[in-house]
């Protein structure tokens, strides 16, 4: 533990979550950060979007690549190739594209791997299968393991000391005690609408009309009861165009923008 104050620049990074339906910008919105600044970490489609640009990458292939770069970025003083470690010591953002496919690796983790040593345990490494345990599906307690693992992960990198975003498809959730949906961001169970809680800004981006009858992109920041969105910084107006750096001068201003 230790002692400080609201202005230490530890305390002054943004936790950021931006989610939309397939082919609204969210990954070319990732095009409005710093190439020198940021490295982005991306799943198995890649990031045509962002081709024009020259961000280093880590492409995420399985669920234990998220704790290698996690590990990485925790300790850069034990990485041994040296184009990783000044990537990692030079990055001020890290930025996810995206959580969804995040979603599907934390899944399989535990449907071909966790679930094979789980049969494995409860036969004595013999090949047959016990009840209730299938090959393809999830089970009750792999949802509550599904739902741990991906909030922790969230967790984890939003407590390291640089700016951490993600994007992530939309989807709708049901509040099984109110009964209402929302459009949140597409993971599963209840990890749909607890996922906001680890960010400090939760945009739903989606089109809009302009005065002259135009469609444009836009970041809802604030929750208007049918989807889910917040901005902890309060100085965002309801509506803002989707470009992180203009995000990051209103709420840090100019000067902590990149720190």
């Known amino acids: 533990m230790k002692l400080t104050n609201t202005q230490a620049t530890e305390l002054n990074k943004l936790r950021a979550l931006v989610y939309g339906d397939t082919g609204i910008g969210k990954t070319t919105s990732l095009r409005t950060l710093p190439a020198d600044k940021t490295t982005i970490c991306i799943g198995e489609r890649g990031a045509v979007p962002l081709?024009?640009?020259?961000?280093?990458?880590?492409?995420?292939?399985?669920?234990?690549?998220?704790?290698?770069?996690?590990?990485?970025?925790?300790t850069p003083g034990k990485i041994d190739d040296a184009k990783t470690k000044a990537t990692v010591e030079n990055t001020k953002i890290l930025a996810f594209d995206g959580l969804s496919e995040i979603s599907e690796l934390c899944m399989?983790?535990?449907?071909?791997?966790?679930?094979?040593?789980?049969?494995?345990?409860?036969?004595?490494?013999?090949?047959?299968?016990?009840?209730?345990?299938?090959?393809?599906?999830?089970?009750?307690?792999?949802?509550?393991?599904?739902?741990?693992?991906?909030?922790?992960?969230?967790?984890?990198?939003?407590?390291?000391?640089?700016?951490?975003?993600?994007?992530?498809?939309?989807?709708?959730?049901?509040d099984k005690q109110?009964?209402?949906?929302?459009?949140?961001?597409?993971?599963?169970?209840?990890?749909?609408?607890?996922?906001?809680?680890?960010?400090?800004l939760v945009f739903h981006m989606e089109s809009t009309k302009s005065g002259n009858g135009n469609e444009t992109r836009v970041w809802r920041t604030a929750n208007n009861g049918d989807v889910l969105a917040k901005d902890a910084s309060g100085v965002l107006e309801a509506l803002v165009p989707p470009n992180w750096m203009a995000v990051f001068e209103k709420i840090l201003g100019k000067k902590k923008e990149n720190g």
């Open 108 to 174: 399989r983790q535990i449907v071909t791997v966790d679930r094979k040593k789980l049969v494995q345990e409860r036969t004595g490494n013999r090949t047959d299968k016990p009840e209730n345990i299938y090959e393809e599906q999830m089970g009750q307690e792999d949802w509550g393991l599904y739902r741990t693992r991906i909030l922790n992960m969230i967790s984890a990198f939003c407590h390291l000391p640089i700016h951490i975003i993600f994007t992530c498809l939309a989807g709708w959730s049901k």
């Open 51 to 74: 081709r024009s640009e020259a961000y280093p990458v880590f492409q995420i292939e399985q669920w234990e690549d998220l704790r290698i770069i996690l590990g990485y970025f925790r």
């Open 178 to 200: 109110g009964g209402e949906t929302i459009r949140s961001p597409n993971l599963s169970g209840k990890a749909a609408r607890e996922c906001g809680a680890y960010f400090d």
